[in-house]
């Protein structure tokens, strides 16, 4: 695997939904020391195609969480291997992983990290800095376009820490799209949403992936917006059922 920067070329809309864009086969993770020791995933395999929503769901400590994190590239498998856009990335350096993390990949959390001290707009504006492709007169005209998608243009200025627990989840959701990447992941999104600002967060997330060639894979808790989604999976003991 080299330095140099993923390129890729995206596919029409007709053919989006054809395209591999992830790929895991054997993916194995184990957690804790000693008696703790906790085997997460025992072999997972999951493949996800461009253009397409997913939700994977199941009980508390089955996997979900962790296999996400792994397919990130926050953490790495004992064993298996991991490729997205044909690309093995399972045994890249942390440099490497950085970068691609970076280019090709967007996060969702559950608790949305966004730093208070800064505005709506310069949390959106964040991961375009550290990629550094574009001028700042462009990350502000992308980063404004964003916040417009989300229906916060009129609060770009404003702390996050002055924005309500919906509207911050919002701006999560445009940070992630920011650097246009071809995988959206998010990690119980809508867990401290009511119904009116889960639904939104999840149009949102919906509309990342329709026409666009981009995939959303969800892990949640809630069945309304697992059937949403174009396929659930299911996990039960570090494996899908």
Request: overall charge positive; some cysteine; proline content about 4%.
């Amino acid at each position: 695997m080299t330095d140099e920067p993923f390129t890729e070329t995206k596919p029409t809309q007709s053919t989006a939904a054809e395209v591999e864009l992830l790929k895991a086969q054997g993916v194995r993770r184990t957690l804790g020391k000693d008696e703790a020791r906790t085997q997460a995933l025992r072999g997972v395999d999951l493949l996800l195609k461009r253009g397409k929503s997913y939700a994977i769901t199941g009980p508390s400590g089955c996997g979900k969480s962790t296999l996400l994190y792994l397919l990130g590239l926050l953490d790495r498998p004992d064993s298996g291997s991991i490729s997205i856009m044909g690309r093995p990335i399972s045994d890249a350096s942390d440099t490497e992983r950085t970068q691609f993390r970076n280019q090709m990949l967007g996060f969702v959390f559950q608790f949305h990290f966004l730093l208070p001290e800064f505005s709506a707009q310069e949390n959106v504006m964040l991961p375009m800095r550290r990629l550094g492709r574009l001028s700042r007169k462009e990350m502000l005209a992308r980063s404004a376009m964003l916040m417009e998608q989300v229906g916060l243009a009129d609060k770009m200025t404003r702390s996050t820490g002055h924005l309500s627990g919906g509207e911050q989840q919002r701006v999560a959701v445009a940070r992630a799209l920011a650097n246009e990447p071809a995988l959206v992941l998010a990690d119980e999104p809508t867990g401290n949403l009511d119904e009116r600002n889960s639904r939104m967060v999840f149009e949102l997330l919906g509309s990342a992936a329709r026409g666009t060639g981009r995939s959303v894979l969800i892990v949640t808790h809630n069945p309304e917006l697992a059937t949403r989604c174009d396929e659930t999976l299911r996990m039960r003991d570090g494996l899908f059922v």
